[in-house]
């Protein structure tokens, strides 16, 4: 195996370029599938007996599901879906990044049900009593507390997410791995991949960081 410096730059340049495709699905998987697995863990527990069957069937599917199925699907079969044939055509990118939001919200849905969940009932009668809504109850008394449980959780499937980002590379997106690979099959030298282990160690080191501070920040808020 060869540790030449000069040879580990060069490689470390493409694999640079995949890890803002890496880190565009990251953000852009987090920015959206956040507030949906949010909404839908209120759906969830919500009062219409049809949205709440929805809402766990939706759950029930895509957490049921490989993620790489799920990416198959969207991306090469949505186009041949009965009554939608033709109608709907994804490129590569909005296909990948739709598909990790939407699996993404599922996980965070459940995550935030638990958190809710939490929140002692008598919470909500003393804010029944100083008259808040139910949007006020919500937003001031029960996301606040929510938030501060579900943040381990919420850093571990942050985590895994930048590690399925991997998975696009299947479609042909030119994510960390996919260069990394290339890197590897065309030199016959496994650095790529250990340049690839490091990349991705650092950024899940920021993360697990990130997340850290605001635990701290929460615990003594």
Known sequence: MNFDYAYILRISVPILEGTKLTLTLFAITLTFSLPLGLLTSFIRIG??????????????????????????FVYYGLP???????LIVLDRFPAAALTFVFNY??????????????????????????????????MKIVV????????????????????DTA????????????????????DSNISAFIVAGVFYLVMTTVITWVFKKLEDHFMFE
């Open 167 to 186: 998975l696009v590379t299947v479609l042909g997106l030119g994510e960390l791995l996919h260069f990394a690979k290339a890197a590897v099959n065309r």
């Open 144 to 163: 606040p507390q929510m938030f501060k449980v579900v943040l381990p959780a919420v850093c571990n499937e942050s985590i895994t997410l930048v590690k």
């Open 47 to 72: 009062r219409f007996a049809f949205l709440r069957r929805a809402a766990a069937f939706y759950i029930t599917v895509t957490r049921g599901t490989p993620l790489l199925l799920q990416l198959f």
């Open 105 to 138: 919200a599922a996980y965070f849905a459940e995550i935030f049900r638990g958190g809710i969940l939490s929140v002692d009932r008598g919470q909500h009668e003393a804010a029944r009593v100083l008259g808040f809504s139910k949007y006020q109850t919500a």
């Open 80 to 86: 041949f879906f009965p009554g939608i044939k033709g």
